[in-house]
């Protein structure tokens, strides 16, 4: 047997993110075999204490510090950046300067402007064979991928309609402390960026048709919430004083698309009684599909070929070898989970390193993306009715 070659990751963030990551790595070369032997080199985070304990529990095999240090060691080859997007900028670019791969979390920055400078590090590095992508996991969920390959072969016609909405409920409570993902120095924008963004990637991967134009508004239900004393996960306690909360609460808007699709989008997280509803519809001229993260190993799809008498909504499980990613796992009918996505993340990346390639979503596709989301803002702030999406490439 040959042996592969390691390939060291250094991963800079150890809660919520951290550890779905940490999840994917350590199973990678369980599920799918790929040309390295991925080592689990080191966790970073800020406190020594909390740092230590999360590289003990997700099997990291040392720890540091302060971010610098782990694009400086020899054993580490790839940086993943599950850290707020306020330095997701400047871990990014430090790590391609220095030769590193990157897989970096949405949204990949806080701003249009930190976002072309990483753009810029991501395509000099790329002529050295250094490889960057944006973490929009929910690509990798084996249903969203079978609906796109429905819609690539035409199954739906043209698409006509898009909705998407991205739901959760988890800072209802007035007296939840103020979290970086509540403050805009360290998140960039609220809902829209955080969950938002997710549903503008997803519906465009799927249907193939960008982003052209939005009108939207965003609101703020809590001005101001506790400072935070404590937090584990989206978890954490609050303390006696108080902050503003800078983000939006809640963002809405309607968009036109490159194919002439028109579309609403939804992203709060004040929607009472819902976790993670991610639900997006597609209705073409030819048929309709729905996917829906809560049952992600199903889809919802209506063709206008069926039989008139028995035509409907008809369920497809996505659990067989053919369907994309599942070869990987369990027999037909065995579900998988949301941690799932990152594993199939991952396996996309390093493919992508070994092969020499781009992998997708690439920094100028999260570019993308983030001019969407700096379109809506505009809009929202200024109450202007339409705001045009500039193309990345200016």
């Not at 670019?93 to 072309?116: D, F, S």
């Not at 209506?302 to 070869?327: C, K, S, V, W």
Request: some cysteine.
């Amino acid at each position: 047997m040959t042996s592969k070659q390691t390939l060291g990751v250094g991963m800079v963030g150890y809660a919520f993110m951290g550890q779905a990551h940490s999840q994917a790595w350590r199973t990678l070369n369980a599920a799918f075999d790929v040309p390295y032997a991925i080592d689990m080199a080191a966790i970073c985070g800020r406190t020594e204490e909390k740092v230590r304990a999360a590289a003990e529990k997700y099997g990291w095999r040392s720890y540091e510090t302060n971010w610098q240090a782990l694009i400086e060691r020899d054993d580490i080859g790839l940086i993943d950046i599950c850290s707020p997007g306020g330095n997701h900028a400047e871990v990014a670019i430090a790590a391609l300067n220095a030769g590193k791969h990157v897989l970096c979390e949405k949204p990949l920055a806080n701003t249009v402007e930190e976002a072309r400078e990483m753009v810029k590090a991501a395509e000099a590095a790329a002529a050295n064979g250094v490889r960057a992508m944006v973490g929009f996991n929910y690509r990798r969920v084996p249903a969203a991928a079978f609906a796109r390959k429905l819609v690539q072969e035409g199954k739906l016609g043209a698409i006509r309609h898009i909705r998407a909405v991205y739901l959760q409920d988890w800072i209802v409570d007035p007296e939840f402390p103020l979290v970086w993902r509540l403050r805009k120095e360290e998140a960039g924008s609220g809902a829209l960026g955080d969950i938002g963004s997710h549903i503008v990637d997803l519906t465009q991967w799927i249907t193939g048709q960008k982003i052209v134009g939005v009108s939207g508004l965003t609101e703020t239900f809590i001005k101001e919430r506790p400072l935070v004393a404590d937090t584990q996960g989206l978890r954490g306690t609050g303390s006696s004083e108080r902050g503003e909360v800078t983000v939006d609460d809640a963002a809405l808007f309607v968009a036109r698309l490159s194919g002439g699709a028109v579309a609403t989008y939804e992203a709060t997280r004040f929607a009472t009684g819902r976790k993670n509803g991610l639900r997006i519809e597609l209705n073409g001229e030819k048929g309709s599909l729905v996917f829906d993260l809560e049952r992600l190993n199903e889809l919802e799809l209506y063709l206008t070929e069926d039989d008139n008498t028995t035509q409907g909504f008809r369920r497809i499980l996505i659990t067989e070898a053919e369907h994309p990613y599942m070869a990987a796992w369990w027999p037909a009918g065995h579900i998988i989970g949301w941690e799932h996505t990152f594993t199939h993340e991952a396996y996309d990346l390093v493919t992508a390193i070994a092969e020499g390639t781009d992998p997708s979503p690439t920094f100028a596709e999260g570019l993308q993306v983030q001019m969407v989301l700096d379109a809506v803002l505009k809009s929202a702030e200024s109450g202007s009715s339409w705001v045009p999406v500039e193309s990345p490439t200016g």
